[in-house]
Structures are given as structure tokens and as C-alpha cells.
């Protein structure tokens, strides 16, 4: 699910802003997004800096700094994503019991990636509770 999803972020962000206008990328997001597309083609891949770079687009799409969400819930990258994944390729709505899935798997992707936030969060904890 996740590499469809990331393909799903790539292709859209190298689309001009009118014809990607499902999508709403923030700064970060859209430089997270062009940092990996610049890793990953050309000949030879530096496997180390498109990591980085992956992990960069999942830290800034899961988990924005400034969520511009509160704004609109459609500007979350995720959501859209989520609802293009209930429509069938002919724009039909696919079953329902088709979507469950697509969110679990979703969700699981996030709290993953959640798990080096919480370990900052926790080393900074520690650090300031050190300080005391």
C-alpha cells in the first residue's frame, strides 16, 4: 500500500498545480517529494540519500509540522488518497467491504513511521528532565 501510495504523492507532485489540484502539498511536503524524485532517477541511485529522502516524504505527509488540515480535511494528502482508493478505475465506487482494508493498512503504515517521533520525543524528554 505504500508504495502505491508514494508513487500516487510522486506522480501528482510533478504534475503543474492546476492539473494536481486533488492534491494539496504544503513547502516541506512538495520539497520532501522533489528530494526523492531527484534521488531515485537518473543512472545511478544513491540508495542512502533516496532512504533519507523516503523517510523525509513520510515524516512530512504522515506528520506535518504545520497540518493545514484544521483549513480543510481534503488537504491532507493521506485523506485524498484514501478516497481515490474507494473509487474502482471506472469512478465507480469499489465494495465496501474493499475499503476496511485500505485504511488498516494505512493506519499500520503511519504508527510505523511514528516510531522515530517518539523516540526524538523520548531523547528529548530525557534531555530536559536530565537538565533539572
Avoid at 500500500?1 to 494539496?24: H, N, Q, Y
Avoid at 522533489?34 to 505527509?61: K, N, P
Avoid at 488518497?81 to 469512478?91: C, Q
Wanted: charged share 20%; with cysteine; aromatic share 12%.
Amino acid at each position: 500500500m505504500e508504495l502505491k501510495f508514494i508513487w500516487t504523492l510522486l506522480v501528482a507532485s510533478g504534475l503543474p498545480d492546476d492539473e494536481r489540484s486533488i492534491f494539496t502539498f504544503d513547502a516541506e511536503q512538495l520539497h520532501a517529494l522533489r528530494s526523492l524524485t531527484d534521488a531515485v532517477s537518473g543512472q545511478q541511485c544513491d540508495f542512502e540519500a533516496a532512504t533519507h529522502a523516503l523517510d523525509l516524504v513520510f515524516q512530512s505527509v504522515y506528520y506535518p509540522q504545520n497540518p493545514n488540515t484544521g483549513l480543510n480535511t481534503f488537504n491532507s494528502p493521506v485523506i485524498v488518497f484514501l478516497l481515490l482508493e474507494t473509487l474502482g478505475d471506472n469512478g465507480e465506487y469499489r465494495s465496501i467491504f474493499l475499503v476496511p482494508p485500505v485504511i488498516a493498512k494505512m493506519q499500520y503504515a503511519m504508527r510505523l513511521h511514528a516510531t522515530p517521533l517518539f523516540h526524538q520525543w523520548f531523547e528529548k524528554c530525557d534531555h530536559l528532565t536530565a537538565e533539572r
